[in-house]
Structure formats: C-alpha cells, structure tokens
C-alpha cells in the first residue's frame, strides 16, 4: 500500500520569506507525484505534478518541486512567498498505474503574515 | 464545461438521517472517487468508480454507499448519518484513457455536520 508523509502541519512566515515543505512517499514501485492547494473556502487545485524526467519540476505561481528517488521526498519549493499563497498544501502519490488510486498527506496549513 | 459539480454546498443532519450527496462531472471522465477531508488527516478515499456500472471502495468505505448508473454521476449515500460522518466531502473525475497522465479534478466540496 501507498503513504504519503508531511512533517510539518502548520507553517507561519513572513512575506518574501524562503519555503520549504517537505514530503515522503512509501511505494515499491513507479509513482506519479503531486502536490495540491486548497486556498481558504476553495477546492483543490493542482500546484504542479511530476511523472518521469527532470526531477525538478515547476508548476504555477512559482512553486518548485524536487523528486529525490533514493529519499523517497518530493519537496515543495518557492523562493519568496506571498500573502496569497496562505492555504492548505497537500502532497498526493499515485502508483505508476492508470487506475491507482491518489492517496493524499495530512496536509500543510501556510500562513504568510504580511 | 461545468467541470465537476457538487450538491449541496452544506448540509447539517441529526443522527440516524439518510442523506445523498450528488456528484457530476460534464468531461466523460472514466474515473470518479469520493473523499471525505479531516483535519490533520488530509484527503481520504471513500469509494471510487472506474466506469458506469462499477464501483469499489476505498480506505474509509464503512457508513457510505456509492452506485454509478451513468457516466457523468456518482451519487454517496449515508444510510444513517452519524457524528463521526462530520466533514468535508469532495468529488473528483480523471481520465484514465492515455494512461496515467491524467490531471485529477475536483469538485467544490460538500460540508456535512451530523449531529
């Protein structure tokens, strides 16, 4: 079976500050990586995913996200946070399979102060 | 497209109520699931579909029952709601032709409190 781990559940930073959210995976095979972001009274929106090739991989609003097979870690980035990006952050495995299923993290509630 | 709808945005229930939360999805998307979300435990599958006709259940299925009559619905069911049923439940579809590069979609989510 698959897991999904997130060290942190809440976070608090300052505007421009650096981020970091971590992830770890268990999975014995192929996976498909993703990270979500749940803003305040929203669903679910895709930050960015990762399927094969160049471990690191953009998505939108300028998050970043590393892929380090040997750590099982798909790391969520972003340089210089804003007030905006306060929200629920979750990171989601898939098995390298059309039909598994997504299994989610706990979850990372953001708060950036301005 | 609408995308993938949800019905009601909120419901409040009192135990042993019966109560179906319907899910719809205008993309023909193969794959359709229920989540419920709680707090530090993120998103958890309750039962998915593949295709009309076929259901399975996921890792919290107990209390909830799914039918998949078409492709674009997939109505959860609560037979009799309970406390511990309080959440927030949202829908997803995907494609599952082309494989396994296929973005999960969600719904807006339906906020249930049972008490």
């Known amino acids: 079976a698959q897991s999904v781990s997130q060290h942190n559940h809440h976070v608090i930073l300052s505007e421009a500050a650096s981020l970091e959210l971590g992830c770890n995976y268990s999975y014995g095979g192929t996976v498909n990586l993703f990270w979500y972001v749940q803003y305040p009274g929203q669903h679910l929106q895709l930050l960015l995913k990762y399927f094969s090739g160049d471990p690191l991989v953009k998505g939108i609003k300028g998050f970043e996200a590393e892929f380090i097979k040997s750590k099982f870690s798909f790391n969520l980035r972003k340089p210089s946070v804003q007030w905006s990006d306060t929200a629920e952050y979750f990171c989601a495995v898939r098995g390298n399979n059309a039909g598994n299923m997504l299994t989610f993290g706990g979850g990372t509630r953001l708060m950036v102060k301005p | 497209n609408a995308g993938v709808t949800q019905t009601p945005k909120f419901q409040v229930l009192k135990t042993g109520q019966s109560m179906t939360l319907q899910c719809a999805q205008d993309m023909n998307h193969e794959y359709m699931s229920w989540y419920r979300q709680d707090p530090g435990m993120g998103l958890r599958l309750i039962h998915y579909s593949v295709g009309a006709g076929i259901t399975d259940q996921g890792e919290v299925p107990n209390g909830y029952n799914v039918s998949r009559s078409t492709t674009e619905d997939f109505p959860l069911r609560l037979l009799s709601a309970a406390p511990s049923q309080t959440s927030v439940y949202f829908c997803?579809?995907?494609?599952?032709?082309?494989?396994?590069?296929?973005?999960?979609?969600f719904g807006p989510g339906t906020r249930l409190t049972v008490l």
């Open positions: 997803a579809s995907r494609s599952v032709t082309g494989g396994r590069y296929n973005e999960q979609f």
